[in-house]
């Protein structure tokens, strides 16, 4: 009876964090469309358009592509899947994740490559010439990122003696804050990575639709509707999890250590507060870049994976 008990406390927490998640993501999203359009003396959209674009898209009929098989079809479901569940891994306002028991980071990276890999894999099923562009680049960006996040994300594990990232946070927690130089070494190399994963400039343009340079837009051209919905919201998703991650690897103070209300509200506060400081660098480094040419996009990613590596040599010295 305990077992079952602690069981579903277990599930009502990952689907409370998961839902969390969800409900911040396209906030940020919208959060940096503004300050963005402010830095370039615009109005931009109001913070509630991100929810306002989702609800359309999910009220739309979808249309899909008759010699599109049931990969086509399966694509955002799966991707939005491991977007979700990869929430559950990360912790977020208490130094603990729900499910960090069912594994740590090589479990993080492998569902967040399910998830690139399903995208991909149905954006090559419609036989459009886009879908495959789209999908080769981003796997070709992927070849270096994800050696790169993996990298940083060790050099981390190895500063806090594990590879659960609630176990992580808790031990940085009790070290308190370093500014030890494979950690700054590692939060560059990470930083740069959260602008390839995320499709952001100077890597990519998420608001281009022009077949010379898109990337993240190519793959996801022939969906319509809640199709599209569920690729758009599982990418803000994704987004509000790269900097989740940074907060929790290199700023975790604030965070909750119980589940008492004060903790939670000073918990909450700091990490939005942590979170915007992320997303105002972010939209920095956008506005005052120029969209790299795509050859030299594996330049940049590559620039990431060497101080990845040289952030985790210099941790073992």
Partial sequence: ???????????????????????????????????????????????????????????????????????????????????????????????????????GILLLVGTLALGRFALATAALDTGSPFGGMGASRDMTIAA???????????????????????????????????????????????????????????????????????????????????DLALVEWASAVKELLYLTLLVDLFMPFGIATSGAPAAMLVALLAWAGKVSMLAIAVTLAESTNAKLRLFRVPELVSASLGLAFLALAIRFL
């Fill in 1 to 103: 009876m305990t077992l079952t008990i602690d069981a579903f406390g277990t599930a009502a927490l990952a689907v409370l964090h998961a839902a969390g998640m969800l409900a911040a993501a396209p906030l940020l999203r919208t959060f940096i469309k503004k300050l963005k359009a402010r830095l370039q003396n615009r109005q931009g959209p109001p913070l509630l358009q991100g929810y306002f674009d989702l609800a359309k898209l999910l009220r739309k009929e979808p249309i899909r592509s008759e010699t599109a098989s049931w990969i086509y079809v399966a694509g955002p479901r799966v991707y939005f899947a491991a977007a979700v569940s990869a929430t559950t891994l990360v912790p977020v306002l208490v130094a603990g994740a729900p499910l960090e028991a069912a594994g």
């Fill in 144 to 226: 270096l990122a994800e050696p790169a996040l993996m990298l940083g994300l060790f050099t981390s594990a190895l500063a806090g003696g594990s590879l659960n990232l609630g176990v992580l946070v808790r031990t940085l927690l009790q070290q308190g804050p370093s500014f030890h130089p494979g950690d700054l070494l590692a939060f560059a190399g990470l930083f740069i990575i959260v602008i390839a994963e995320t499709g952001r400039i100077p890597v990519d343009n998420p608001a281009t639709h022009l077949e010379l340079t898109m990337i993240h837009e190519a793959m996801v051209l022939e969906y319509a509707g809640p």
